[in-house]
């Protein structure tokens, strides 16, 4: 089969690859419904994570199972399932605390900008809706998989609560689900930062209430502003860089919750000045797996729209130009069909 390899710093080829199979017992090899370009696959993709050798792309995904290894019981041929970019057994003390991508038999699903797709611990990892989800919920089936899943966990370690003053760092679309799930939990006034008319929209539409546009002291002073003087009870830092956590640490109200869920890249803390402001931290890779069962019903009773992330639909062989849109911020999110 053909799929997505990245070579080098912008040399993304879809090219041939081999094709899945069983090889424990315990995977499954599943076709899939629809694949993405998720905004941590940029990294590597400018140069940022550097690659060693070619690397087959990709770690969202949806679709229908075409084959079980021997030892796989809670799914069958031709279910629709969606699964986490972690394969886990879900069933160490790890995963039955609720962190399933801290499993201790955690593996990393990867090469997902393909046709198909093999997903090892599949018992743990994968979780099959009811029906085959209409073509309409796909993209939001997929969104599940990383992305919402990790907006959703960027909530829930940040605390946010019913009555909640909210401030989101971050308009990828990590970010703007990170909104959306917010809005779930009831959150009062929730801040986006953002300086993109696009995403300025649609985090409105999933129940942002107000756009921060500053960035540095200027944004701390308006989000300052904006809360009485306060700063935020709940923080969701979405994107990993240096700059963008130190603007979520100084927005934390004292005795604060800061979610954090953007890989960090050259993050460095001052231990003493978190000591001194009572900010409660706590973040990691989303255990998307926890979430799955919930977030699935949501976008399946349509309580909930998280595929309008994707606002570039490509078939699978322009994956090279989805990459391209997104580091030039000319898409938030690209959506890739087999």
């Known amino acids: 089969m053909r799929g ?59 679709g229908i199972v075409e084959e079980i290894g021997r030892e796989v019981t809670s799914i069958k041929p031709g279910q629709f399932v969606i699964g986490s970019f972690f394969a886990s057994d879900n069933t160490c003390p790890h995963c039955k605390a609720g962190y399933q991508t801290s499993c201790q038999h955690r593996q990393l699903v990867g090469g997902a900008q393909a046709p198909s797709l093999r997903v090892p611990l599949a018992d743990g990892t994968l979780v099959a809706t009811r029906e085959v989800p209409s073509a309409d919920l796909i993209p939001s089936m997929l969104a599940a998989s990383d992305v919402l899943g990790t907006g959703w966990f960027a909530a829930e370690a940040a605390n946010v609560k019913s009555g909640a003053n909210v401030v989101v760092v971050g308009d990828g679309a990590v970010g703007l689900l990170a909104v959306l799930s917010s809005k779930q939990m009831g959150a009062e006034r929730i801040i986006a930062m953002s300086r993109h008319e696009p995403r300025q929209k649609l985090a409105r539409e999933f129940g942002a209430t107000d756009i921060v546009t500053e960035r540095g002291e200027a944004g701390v002073a308006r989000i300052k502003e904006l809360t009485r003087g306060v700063g935020a009870d709940s923080v969701l830092e979405c994107v990993g860089t240096s700059e963008s956590m130190q603007q979520a640490i100084s927005v934390t109200r004292p005795g604060g919750y800061l979610g954090y869920v953007g890989v960090p890249h050259g993050v460095q803390l001052d231990g003493q000045d978190l000591f001194f402001r009572h900010v409660h931290l706590h973040g990691g890779p989303a255990p998307v797996r926890r979430f799955l069962p919930k977030l699935i019903e949501l976008i399946s009773t349509r309580k909930i729209d998280p595929g309008k992330v994707f606002d570039l639909t490509l078939p699978l062989e322009k994956v090279a130009e989805g990459y391209r849109a997104m580091d030039e911020r000319r898409a938030i999110k690209t959506l890739l069909r087999p």
């Open 4 to 62: 997505a390899v990245l070579h080098g710093p912008r040399d993304v080829r879809f090219e041939e690859r081999d094709a899945p199979k069983i090889i424990e017992p315990t995977d499954a090899v599943i076709r899939l419904s629809a694949t993405c370009i998720c905004g941590s696959d940029l990294w590597p993709y400018r140069g940022i994570n550097p690659t060693k050798e070619p690397m087959p792309m990709g770690h969202e995904y949806c």
